[in-house]
Structures are given as structure tokens and as C-alpha cells.
């Protein structure tokens, strides 16, 4: 009986049969799952080098990679609350922005970043 190839794998052979036979979902939920084991062999890498390959990233998939959202600007509730205080006891909104701003040390951009985040929110 003749030897079998160097890259023959008992467990990317059905991963590759799910993939000929068109069953992609199939076939990424076995190659995740020979993945996330941590023992996965160089054909299993192979293949999963190949489908990333093939496939790339869509918009917006790096940063659920990332881990999904930004962090939230440091204190902005705070900083949005205390800038809208001040514009209902009567200061205009620039100054309302410099104390808030002289209070906290923040930067211009990052008071009116906070404040733009709550007005979303609020909406």
C-alpha cells in the first residue's frame, strides 16, 4: 500500500470534503473548532490560511476583531452634564465649553466630543 501525502490530516479531510461540496458553513464551524483546540495541525492552518485568504476582511471586520466598540471618552457624562448645566443658568455655550474645560483639563475637541456623545444619547 502506497504512503499517504505528508499533508493528509484526519481531521482537514472533512473540512476540506465540506468545503468541495460547497457546504461553507460546515466546513468554518470544524475549522474554528480545530482552531480553538489549539492543536490544530499544518493542514488545518493550511486550510484556514487559505479561507481567510480567499475571503479577506469586510468593512467594519477589523474592528469587531478588535473587540467591537471605542472607549468612551474619559469622564463624558460628567463633562457633557456640567457643560449643559452652566448653558441653563445662562452662559453661552463657548463658555460654558472654557469652564468646563479649565475644571476638568480637558482639551476643546474632547468637551465637545462629550457633549455631542450625550446629546446623541438623549435623542
Known sequence: MAPL?????VAAHPIAAAINEGRAEDALHALVRQLETGNADRTVQAL????????GLRPGDAKALRGGRKKLPKEWLDVA???????????TYEKA?????????????????????WRAAKD
Open 5 to 9: 501525502p505528508k499533508s493528509f490530516s
Open 81 to 91: 452634564e456640567m457643560v449643559t448645566d452652566l448653558q441653563d443658568r445662562g452662559e
Open 97 to 117: 465649553v472654557a469652564k468646563t474645560k479649565q475644571h476638568f483639563g480637558y482639551t476643546e475637541r474632547h468637551i465637545q466630543k462629550c457633549v455631542a456623545m
Open 48 to 55: 484556514a490560511a487559505k479561507w481567510i485568504a480567499a475571503l
